[in-house]
């Protein structure tokens, strides 16, 4: 989202979401690199991903590291967007009603072990590491009417509305690097 700490000119959910990656295959998946610039943020922030798809399992696991001399704020998060053709009316996450949350571009726990019901659907198992919090939304029209066939549910590392980005938590020092995993099956 938008920065509310701190003033690096950064475009909303980052530079990344709307630039070039290097991305190397794999043979089962593939790795992607970028080194982040936009706005005034400072130069030395690598992002590096590896994808993987195999077992009935997508993984994806991201290092942010720090190759400047100044410590730089992260807080990184995954766009996960969830088909829903029955609507998302009476999602869960783990047994807790979301809806209301959806419509409110709300934030919820994450453990380490998640369940996600989407109606229609069958049990999504998503485990993550780092990505404490969950950003749930929909898009609504200018009509206030919810696009009812998909639901994102964006793990993330801190709860940007408490404005994580440019607090403490979110720095990465100099040499330093911080990771984060996903993986998700049905």
């Not at 798809?53 to 766009?79: A, K, Y």
């Not at 964006?154 to 020092?173: A, N, R, T």
């Amino acid at each position: 989202g938008p920065e509310t700490t701190t003033s690096y000119g950064l475009p909303p959910h980052g530079p990344m979401r709307t630039s070039q990656t290097k991305i190397t295959p794999k043979k089962d998946g593939a790795s992607i690199e970028y080194d982040v610039k936009g706005g005034s943020y400072p130069d030395g922030l690598i992002v590096s991903q590896s994808i993987r798809i195999m077992n009935g399992s997508f993984t994806l696991d991201t290092q942010h590291r720090n190759t400047s001399s100044q410590s730089l704020p992260v807080n990184f998060g995954e766009h996960l967007y969830w088909d829903s053709p029955e609507g998302w009316n009476g999602l869960k996450v783990n047994g807790v009603d979301a809806t209301e949350l959806v419509e409110q571009n709300g934030v919820i726990d994450l453990h380490p072990e998640n369940e996600i019901l989407i109606p229609g659907k069958p049990p999504i198992s998503l485990k993550q590491k780092r990505l404490t919090k969950a950003v749930l939304w929909a898009y609504k029209d200018e009509n206030g009417k919810f696009d009812q066939k998909y639901v994102c549910i964006e793990p993330v590392e801190g709860d940007p509305l408490l404005d994580f980005f440019g607090k403490p938590e979110s720095m990465i020092d100099p040499g330093n690097s911080r990771s984060t995993s996903l993986e998700i099956s049905i």
